[in-house]
């Protein structure tokens, strides 16, 4: 026999003499059989339980699906309750408040920065667009205090026409190109919804409207019919690409705002794309989204240094741990580097 060709089979399946076990045992892997006796009873009854476990993890699959759309279904009835009293009981107008309405990918974001930039005159003063232009029918989820924000209040709003609380302020709506708009709502459902569908599939449903926000065509139409209302000022994302500056005093115009001319250009190049694009965390549902669950970004990656305990805990909590460390993992003979490279606690700034 050749010297590289291997007299026993290489794989777990051995030969006939082997083979004396029931069915399923012998396709046991060999390290089963080498184990304590004890043990190796536990794992045969394990396996032999096999389908009991199959049936039982699937049952309780099921119910853990059926759990989940309860508490899907439980969710959209409390959003629908608080949304239902935004509208009608709870948001109490100011005559200076301006509401960008838009259908989602429309350039509500910039409309955001525009009308913030022009009411603060190119401040860049804020955590989040969100804080300080806050997404009216999303309050109840976010908690944002309306009350606590400074005249002019900014709402960014995807309502309907049909749904926007109608007051003495003032509306301005940005419609843009619906294929554009579907084209960049078929990105965001990929990046931030997880879709794995092609965009021939998403552009089937966003041409019936069964997606988030519903029907574009429903939406751009109703508020155009509004366009001539005295408080609605209706804008199309093309003409604000093509000419920003032009825009910007249309939206002065209709806020009645005051601008000195040397805040102009501060305000436009704070509104152009490369420089919103350079900021984009201020911007991004993301960390939109982060912030309203209470997350702080940028802290997963902390400091990861030996010893960085000695800034956080106390006297009493290091001696309390110490205790309960002797008593239990210490016994066993471990130990771990206390570290002594991280400032006092009194130095430490997070
Ligand atoms: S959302 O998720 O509904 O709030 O999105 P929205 O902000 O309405 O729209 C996002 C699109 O607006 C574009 N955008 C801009 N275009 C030109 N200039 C500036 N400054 C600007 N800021 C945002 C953004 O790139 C998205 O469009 P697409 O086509 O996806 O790039």
């Known amino acids: 026999?050749?010297?590289?060709?291997?007299?026993?089979?290489?794989?777990?399946?051995?030969?006939?003499?082997?083979?004396r076990d029931s069915g399923h045992l012998r396709r046991e892997p060999r390290f089963v059989k080498d184990l304590p006796k004890g043990l190796l009873i536990k794992v045969r009854i394990w396996r032999l339980l096999f389908p009991f476990r199959w049936i039982l993890s699937t049952w309780l699959w099921l119910i853990s699906q059926i759990l989940q759309g309860c508490s899907g279904v439980l969710w959209c009835l409390h959003v629908?309750?608080?949304?239902?009293?935004?509208?009608?009981?709870?948001?109490?107008?100011?005559?200076?408040?301006?509401?960008?309405?838009?259908?989602?990918?429309?350039?509500?974001?910039?409309?955001?920065?525009?009308?913030?930039?022009?009411?603060?005159?190119?401040?860049?003063?804020?955590?989040?667009?969100?804080?300080?232009?806050?997404?009216?029918?999303?309050?109840?989820?976010?908690?944002?205090?309306?009350?606590?924000?400074?005249?002019?209040?900014?709402?960014?709003?995807?309502?309907?026409?049909?749904?926007?609380?109608?007051?003495?302020?003032r509306y301005i709506y940005l419609a843009r190109n619906g294929k554009d708009v579907a084209v960049s709502f078929y990105s965001f459902y990929k990046s931030h919804f997880r879709y794995k569908g092609t965009f021939q599939r998403f552009f089937a449903r966003f041409m019936w409207g069964t997606v988030v926000w519903g029907s574009w065509f429903y939406h751009v139409s109703h508020w155009w019919r509004h366009r001539n209302d005295p408080n609605v000022l209706f804008l199309k994302y093309e003409d604000l690409v093509r000419d920003l500056e032009g825009a910007l005093h249309k939206i002065i115009d209709f806020c009645e705002l005051e601008i000195p001319a040397e805040r102009l250009p501060v305000i436009l190049h704070n509104c152009s794309f490369s420089f919103m694009k350079e900021h984009e965390e201020k911007f991004d549902f993301a960390t939109e989204y982060m912030l309203e669950q209470g997350f702080t970004p940028g802290?997963?990656?902390?400091?990861?240094?030996?010893?960085?305990?000695?800034?956080?805990?106390?006297?009493?909590?290091?001696?309390?741990?110490?205790?309960?460390?002797?008593?239990?993992?210490?016994?066993?003979?471990?130990?771990?580097?206390d570290g002594c490279d991280a400032p006092p606690r009194d130095q430490h700034q997070e």
């Open 1 to 19: 026999m050749p010297k590289n060709i291997p007299s026993k089979p290489l794989s777990g399946r051995e030969g006939p003499a082997e083979g």
């Open 80 to 169: 629908a309750i608080d949304y239902a009293r935004l509208l009608c009981l709870d948001y109490t107008a100011r005559p200076d408040d301006v509401f960008v309405c838009t259908y989602p990918r429309s350039g509500t974001t910039w409309l955001q920065m525009i009308v913030y930039q022009l009411t603060t005159q190119g401040s860049m003063d804020f955590r989040h667009i969100a804080d300080v232009s806050p997404w009216f029918e999303r309050a109840a989820l976010n908690k944002r205090n309306f009350d606590a924000l400074p005249s002019p209040r900014i709402f960014k709003s995807h309502l309907p026409h049909i749904w926007i609380p109608k007051r003495r302020c």
């Open 299 to 337: 802290t997963f990656l902390r400091r990861g240094r030996i010893g960085d305990w000695s800034g956080e805990l106390s006297d009493q909590e290091a001696a309390r741990f110490q205790r309960k460390f002797d008593h239990t993992v210490g016994k066993l003979g471990l130990s771990f580097d």
